[in-house]
């Protein structure tokens, strides 16, 4: 979140509507999976929530693409070197992928580690060099979960705070497909 000046963290899509509370797909340590709505908020920082949508919504043979390509990418290992071009999967690069392929459209932006970090000079780079083990990726492409969120692709229907525990079994949403921050 710091290095992209954003809130967000972490990205996954709704791939279910039909249950007691929405399934989330995501990228997650230490692998992908499927879960609840629910369990996926109670890990956001001070229960903050975005939800958007595609600006061109899904047909249905997209949202079954959709439920397709999540599914292949379940139990791939979490990659904590953000790294687009690995055989692993993190956050940002899941819903990227899975909204692609199910639809054609793009959202997130592929950019190099020293695209990342000169766009936001503040950010903590002992944190990065530490977590690379003294050496930042420079050329590494990733998405970042921010990129996704801000995508022009993308409209938000909700930015705000919520309570997990209050959200089991009192949310319906609608059968299009979500991608929750």
């Known amino acids: 979140a710091e290095a992209t000046n954003s809130w967000t963290n972490h990205v996954g899509i709704v791939v279910a ?3 007691a509370e929405p399934v989330i797909a995501e990228s997650t340590f230490p692998v992908s999976k499927r879960g609840g709505l629910a369990p996926f908020l109670a890990r956001s920082e001070g ?3 975005g939800v958007s949508r595609l600006n061109t919504p899904l047909t249905a043979e997209q949202q079954r693409s959709l439920v397709q390509a999540a599914d292949t990418r379940m139990g ?3 990659d904590t070197g953000f790294d687009l071009h690995s055989r692993r999967q993190f956050c940002s690069r899941f819903v990227h992928e899975v909204l ?3 639809s054609g459209v793009a959202v997130g932006e592929t950019e190099s580690f ?3 970090l000169a766009r936001n ?3 903590d780079q002992a944190f990065w060099k530490y977590w690379y083990f003294g050496q930042i990726p420079w050329k590494r492409e990733t998405v970042t ?3 996704v969120m801000n995508s ?3 409209h938000a229907v909700f930015d705000g705070f919520v309570e997990a525990a209050k959200v089991a079994g009192s949310v319906k949403l609608p059968n299009a497909p979500l991608q929750l921050h």
């Open 17 to 19: 509507t039909d249950g």
């Open 145 to 147: 979960p921010a990129s």
């Open 47 to 49: 229960g903050r929530v």
């Open 114 to 116: 020293a695209a990342l």
């Open 76 to 78: 791939i290992l979490y």
């Open 100 to 102: 692609r392929e199910a």
């Open 152 to 154: 022009p692709q993308l």
């Open 121 to 123: 000079p503040d950010a």
